[in-house]
Each structure stands twice: as C-alpha cells, then as structure tokens.
C-alpha cells in the first residue's frame, strides 16, 4: 500500500473542489492515484473542519434540503414565469417543475387544513398490521386451548371421569 503526504492529498482534494475543479476520475488518470482513493480523500476532505466541501458555495441546496420559506419565494417566483423564462429560472434554482408542482399541492393541503393521504395511509396501515397481529396471537391461544379442549376430552375417556378418591 503506498503511502500519500498529506501535502498531497490536499493538493489533489484541492484539484477536485478548487476553481474549475476536476472529477476523481480524471485527476485519477492525470497523477495516477486510483479513482476510489481520490474518491475517499475529498469526502475526508469534507468531515474535517476548515476544508473547501466539495459543493462550491453558489450552489443550490437539493430540493428536499430546502426550506419552507425558500420554497415559497420559489413558488411565488415561478408563478409569474412560463415556457422558456420558466425553464431558465428552474434551471438556474437547481430544480424540477415536478418540485414546484409537490411544494404547491402540499402548500394547499396545509392551507385547507387537510390532513395529507400519505399521513392517513401511513397510519392505517400501522393499524392494520397491528390487528393482523393482534389477530395472530389470538388464533395461536384460541388453537391452543382448542388443543387442550381436546386432549382432556380423551384424558377423561381413557381415565374416566377422575370424579372419585381412588
């Protein structure tokens, strides 16, 4: 196993995130260093406090990252846009018109105060595997007093009764 200095290795994590910055896979083929290797530097890189992440600091937060009042001045934004004014602006934000349509179906259902479909679904189906196995437990004790029921039944017909002292 070769031994990189950690000169080196942020030399090169500073090739992946730096300006005009470089995939793993082709700085990989440039110095030599494997493309995993690289890989697990730059999210190294990226845990250790006062290092450059590897998202520069212009970029867009992921959809589901974003906050309500974000997603709100977006909904706001694109509703005065169409065609291609919409698409630039979906562009340029880093996300989808399936996004805005999500976050504006979910904006009405919390103004009208309805519970979501999911959320209700979600609950009933807890409540059904639980009375399933409610209903499992009681079939197993139901079977198993069946079973004594029968098993004392032929106890007294080959015993008898077991009413007298003997």
């Known amino acids: 196993m070769v ?15 730096g300006p005009g910055g470089r995939s793993a896979n082709a700085l990989s083929a440039e110095v030599g260093v494997t493309q995993g290797t690289l890989s697990r530097w730059l999210r190294e890189a990226g845990s250790v406090a006062g290092m450059k992440s590897k998202r520069s600091p212009s970029a867009k937060p992921h959809p589901k990252q ?8 977006l909904l706001i934004e694109a ?9 630039e602006f979906l562009r340029r934000e880093g996300i989808h018109e399936a996004d805005l349509t999500r976050w504006r ?9 309805k519970v979501t479909v999911a959320a209700t ?8 595997r639980d009375l399933e196995k409610e209903l499992r437990r009681k079939d197993k ?8 029921l ?3 039944k032929k106890v007294r017909a080959i015993w008898g009764d ?5």
């Open 3 to 17: 031994q990189y200095s950690t000169k080196f290795r942020s030399k090169m994590v500073g090739k992946m995130t």
């Open 66 to 73: 974003r906050s309500a009042q974000d997603k709100l001045r």
């Open 79 to 87: 509703s005065a846009l169409a065609g291609d004014e919409l698409g």
């Open 105 to 113: 179906e979910s904006s009405l259902e919390g103004l009208s105060g």
């Open 121 to 128: 679904a979600n609950a009933t189906d807890k409540r059904v």
């Open 141 to 148: 004790a139901l079977a198993e007093t069946a079973a004594l």
């Open 150 to 152: 029968v098993l004392q």
């Open 162 to 166: 077991g009413g007298d002292d003997t």
